[in-house]
């Protein structure tokens, strides 16, 4: 598919590419965009495309709109152990074998899911559907990372946002109709066909992008030597956590907002679907924002800003949460702009995780990851839990953004300007 050129330059030091002779400068044309962000997608798609379903899953398994919620819980939580376990074994056997293999294995899960008789199994599925799909997540980042670092690396994940942001701009609609026309059921026959459809075109265009000699060797004990690494990086720690507390933001509206929007505001389930995908466009204008930024301003210095933004407008949005000022038309708009403002945040603090150790690309991409899933996991059922309303979905995020502020201050260098600050991520001012 001639997916990218030869590297131009090697802007990778010792240090931030983990001694990597291939981590440099390579031009990725749009087909491998779009292939690794489907891939990166696969997760957002088996969401996104079920959300609408959710108060139509309690009503048909006679269970609580909190037991309904459990099923994204699940998914997210089997991600995270997903993760853990694809990562290092993406970085022994390389990147091909393990995405050709879960991606195989999510389509399974779904056509289970789709006959899932009772509410207890249907959660135990997706967290079976959440493990499996994780390997086209950490996969997809951990080529990234094979190919490119710092700011060529963000720019990257930038643009893979474009696809990732295509979720919920058309997923929670087409699931809908889908739902619509032939029950929630068929929703997890779609997302068998759409893995089905992503397992031929993986197998066909991706290149092996670890080469045997730059592999891993070794079992669980080198997979927790890799680990136990990584924990003691403080900066590295810092920096995962951040794309999973500004995930966490976005999973209290993804999961909130059908139940604060269409039971608390009486909107229709079109109306729903229209107001997801304009803050779907948020989302992917932010990310483009991003990767049109990050070449200009160090990528440190925009996670920074765009962190207290986000933390500026959800305390904006609790009060309107609490007061009902405005009403709906002054929630939806900091809603949007709140949204916006997150993917300036995910797409730079994994690049600047990932750069600081290239050398287990996979294994660090799982740490991120996996903290991603597990604190958007854990989360989910916490809007529903403190009453399901504006006001719960709203104190959700905004405990999440000031976490991210907080971990962004005190466990990485992005309000202090030193060397070891401009060594690991360029000038910051």
Sequence with gaps: MGAMTAPATDNASPRAGGGTPAAGRYRADYRYVLMLGFMAALPAFSTDMYLPSLPDVARDLHTSDTAAQLTITAMMLGGAVGQLVIGPVSDRFGRRKPVLVGVALHVVVSALCAVGPAIGMLIGLRAAQGFFNASATVIATAVIRDRFVGADAAKLMSRLMLVIGASPLFAPSIGGFIAGQWGWRAVFWALALFGVVLWVVVLVKLPETLPTERRRAGGLRVAGAGYLALLRDRHFVGLALMPGLTFAVLMAYVVGSPFVLRDGYGLTETQFALIFAVNGLGLVGGAQVNAALVHRIAPLRILRTAQLLVVALSVVLVVLGVTGAGGLPAL??????????????????????????????????????????????????????????????????????????????????????????????????
């Design 332 to 429: 939806l708009v900091v809603l949007f702009c709140t949204v916006s403002f997150v993917n300036l945040v995910g797409p730079n603090a994994n690049a600047l995780a990932l750069t600081r150790h290239g050398e287990v690309a996979g294994t660090a991409a799982a740490v991120s990851g996996s903290l991603q899933a597990l604190i958007g996991g854990a989360v989910t059922p916490l809007s529903g839990l403190l009453g399901g309303d504006a006001r719960a979905m709203t104190s959700v995020m905004v405990t999440a953004a000031v976490l991210g502020l907080v971990v962004l201050a005190v466990a990485t260098p992005a309000f202090h300007r030193t060397r070891r600050t401009e060594a690991l991520v360029g000038p910051v001012a």
